[in-house]
């Protein structure tokens, strides 16, 4: 299940181009746990990579 968190240490800089939608829904996700943009972006990164199958090659 996924479950948001507020804590983070270290953090550089890259530029992302998202789809205005996706880029709403994400806002609004924030504005409803106080919490950053970029930190809600963090974790759904987080949790889409902890949780992908395994790509056979």
Same mark, same amino acid.
């Given at each position: 299940?996924?479950?948001?968190?507020?804590?983070?240490?270290?953090?550089?800089?890259?530029?992302l181009?998202?789809?205005?939608?996706? %880029? %709403?829904?994400?806002?609004?996700?924030?504005?409803?746990?106080?919490?950053?943009?970029?930190?809600?972006?963090?974790?759904?990164?987080?949790?889409?990579?902890?949780?992908?199958?395994?790509?056979?090659?």
């Amino acid at each position: 299940m996924f479950k948001l968190k507020k804590e983070y240490v270290e953090y550089e800089n890259k530029s992302l181009r998202l789809p205005k939608d996706l %880029i %709403i829904k994400v806002q609004q996700l924030a504005n409803q746990n106080n919490m950053s943009f970029n930190k809600v972006i963090i974790q759904c990164i987080e949790y889409a990579l902890d949780n992908m199958e395994d790509i056979e090659e």
